[in-house]
């Protein structure tokens, strides 16, 4: 049951207190979002956050009579947890009756999408909260079909901190519009493995700090970090890809040194794409995008496709 020792605050709620959970919530604090003081994660327990006090409860331990009060209080939940856990808390969540934001990858969208179907609530699928992603994302959209007679391959390096237990969602969202726009980009994440480099058909996803130094990632930043490179080859299609290139060259602009770097380029073979981010703090900016979206959509599935269109 909740605690009476405080009142509960008007707010966000976080679901997943881990890394990224947490930096988020410390993030919206940082840009005076309001937030809750009631989050959840694996064990209860109590969290000074941004010199605020938190509490940390379960979805085993949430008394049904809290329902009330938490629909009250509680103006969004923003879901950080992995994949298989979103399966199986999904229908605690539900249940909750309050719009989700859900940063989830990695999960069986049928199941997820069929429940969520059956409820009340809007539900916002966000599987990354930074703008200058979303902005990149609807940009592919825009570009015309590559023609049949064209075979470009998309090839993905991605790196992500030892401890994140899926691939990237990024990753795999880029490639796939890409496959949608007819670039040749095949892979197989089934056999995933987390805290190891693998290789996945044309997806590489590194988890071993060596090899993400030697990719260039700051010491300091091996816990903490998505870097990801794109190689698009080609034999002919050289107007569209320059076509491509100066779509996508303003995206730079959203470049802040040490934290984001957004960069496009020629190489021998074809164009090299580049977007890593160090540290976690500008994902609020999408969240806090979402939000506002969802307070003008009520009930309905919705996808980064709606937010940025």
């Given at each position: 049951?909740?605690?009476?020792?405080?009142?509960?605050?008007?707010?966000?709620?976080?679901?997943?207190?881990?890394?990224?959970?947490?930096?988020?919530?410390?993030?919206?604090?940082?840009?005076?979002?309001?937030?809750?003081?009631?989050?959840?994660?694996?064990?209860?327990?109590?969290?000074?956050?941004?010199?605020?006090?938190?509490?940390?409860?379960?979805?085993?331990?949430?008394?049904?009579?809290?329902?009330?009060?938490?629909?009250?209080?509680?103006?969004?939940?923003?879901?950080?947890?992995?994949?298989?856990?979103?399966?199986?808390?999904?229908?605690?969540?539900?249940?909750?009756?309050?719009?989700?934001?859900?940063?989830?990858?990695?999960?069986?969208?049928?199941?997820?999408?069929?429940?969520?179907?059956?409820?009340?609530?809007?539900?916002?699928?966000?599987?990354?909260?930074?703008?200058?992603?979303?902005?990149?994302?609807?940009?592919?959209?825009?570009?015309?079909?590559?023609?049949?007679?064209?075979?470009?391959?998309?090839?993905?390096?991605?790196?992500?901190?030892?401890?994140?237990?899926?691939?990237?969602?990024?990753?795999?969202?880029?490639?796939?519009?890409?496959?949608?726009?007819?670039f040749k980009a095949e892979f197989d994440l089934s056999?995933?493995?987390?805290?190891?480099?693998?290789?996945?058909?044309?997806?590489?996803?590194?988890?071993?700090?060596?090899?993400?130094?030697?990719?260039?990632?700051?010491?300091?930043?091996?816990?903490?970090?998505?870097?990801?490179?794109?190689?698009?080859?080609?034999?002919?299609?050289?107007?569209?890809?320059?076509?491509?290139?100066?779509?996508?060259?303003?995206?730079?602009?959203?470049?802040?040194?040490?934290?984001?770097?957004?960069?496009?380029?020629?190489?021998?073979?074809?164009?090299?794409?580049?977007?890593?981010?160090?540290?976690?703090?500008?994902?609020?900016?999408?969240?806090?995008?979402?939000?506002?979206?969802?307070?003008?959509?009520?009930?309905?599935?919705?996808?980064?496709?709606?937010?940025?269109?």
């Open positions: 049951m909740l605690s009476n020792t405080t009142e509960v605050k008007k707010g966000v709620t976080i679901f997943g207190t881990g890394n990224l959970g947490l930096s988020l919530l410390k993030s919206l604090m940082d840009r005076d979002v309001p937030v809750s003081n009631k989050h959840f994660g694996i064990d209860e327990s109590e969290l000074l956050v941004n010199e605020q006090n938190m509490e940390i409860i379960t979805s085993v331990n949430f008394d049904s009579s809290d329902l009330e009060l938490f629909r009250e209080k509680v103006s969004c939940v923003i879901v950080t947890v992995t994949g298989a856990m979103l399966e199986k808390e999904i229908d605690f969540l539900l249940r909750l009756q309050v719009p989700l934001i859900i940063m989830s990858t990695k999960f069986d969208e049928e199941l997820i999408k069929s429940k969520i179907a059956d409820s009340d609530i809007s539900v916002m699928f966000l599987p990354n909260g930074l703008l200058a992603i979303i902005d990149f994302w609807k940009r592919l959209q825009k570009l015309p079909m590559l023609g049949d007679e064209y075979e470009v391959t998309a090839s993905l390096n991605e790196s992500h901190q030892n401890s994140k237990q899926d691939p990237s969602g990024t990753g795999i969202n880029t490639l796939n519009y890409l496959k949608q726009k007819g056999e995933f493995r987390p805290g190891v480099d693998g290789y996945y058909g044309c997806m590489a996803c590194k988890r071993v700090a060596r090899s993400q130094l030697d990719l260039g990632v700051d010491e300091e930043f091996l816990d903490a970090h998505g870097y990801h490179t794109y190689r698009l080859n080609y034999d002919m299609a050289q107007d569209y890809m320059q076509s491509m290139y100066e779509s996508l060259k303003s995206l730079e602009d959203y470049s802040i040194p040490g934290v984001f770097t957004f960069k496009i380029y020629f190489s021998q073979q074809g164009i090299i794409i580049i977007h890593n981010m160090n540290g976690r703090d500008f994902y609020a900016e999408g969240v806090i995008k979402s939000m506002n979206f969802l307070e003008d959509h009520k009930k309905g599935v919705y996808s980064v496709h709606d937010l940025i269109n």
